[in-house]
Each structure stands twice: as C-alpha cells, then as structure tokens.
C-alpha cells in the first residue's frame, strides 16, 4: 500500500504564493511519476502537474508560468509551488501517483483564493 499525504492548503488573497507538499510512504520501491490534481466545487478532477523519476514536468495550460512542481532531496516528496494564484484556481488539490499499475491519491488540501 502507499499512503500520500499532503500538507495542510489554506486561504489566501489573489495573487498571493502558497506551497503545497506531498509525501509518499510505504510500498513505494519503484516511485516514479508524481503529480497534482484539483477539483474545484462542481467541477470535474483536473490534472495541474506532474514530474516523472527523470524530473520531466508537464503543466496544464491554466497553471503554466505560475505553478512549478519539483521533487525533493528525497524522491517520495512532491511539492507544487503556486504563484499569482487567481480565484480561479481555488479547489481541493489532490497528490497521486501510480506505481505498478494502482493509482494513488492523498485525501487532498483545500486551497481557496480570495479576489
């Protein structure tokens, strides 16, 4: 089993920064792509990011030049580094991963910007 569990999100005011974690734990021998996902009220699960083991990104187009993921000193952590946020962005952000062939997601963190 892997457990993901992300850092606590919280309120902020548009345009402000705010960082996101995410650490793996357990059965994780062989972690190797991470990523983000959000789901804003109504709305379906939304891809924003993801890294592989090679350290490859892939943004979705609404967070490009303002959201940067990276991994840590140690592989089983994630981060999701937001800037300029927009109301737009606020949502449940979500850590998964998937890791011989089972999908993995953290409980999620609510991020809410204010305008």
Not at 38 to 66: F, H
Not at 86 to 97: F, G, I, L, Q, S
Request: proline residues 2%; positive net charge; aromatic residues 8%.
């Amino acid at each position: 089993q892997v457990r993901l569990v992300e850092s606590k999100g919280g309120l902020v005011q548009a345009g402000e920064s705010m960082r996101l974690s995410c650490t793996a734990s357990g059965s994780i021998f062989g972690l190797s792509a991470m990523g983000w996902h959000r789901q804003a009220p109504g709305e379906q699960r939304e891809l924003v990011a993801t890294i592989t083991g090679a350290n490859i990104t892939n943004y979705a187009d609404s967070v490009k030049g303002r959201f940067t993921i990276s991994r840590g000193n140690v592989k089983n952590t994630v981060y999701l580094q937001m800037n300029s946020l927009k109301p737009e962005d606020t949502a449940v952000y979500y850590c998964n991963t998937r890791l011989f062939g089972s999908d993995y997601w953290g409980r999620g963190t609510r991020v809410t910007v204010s305008s």
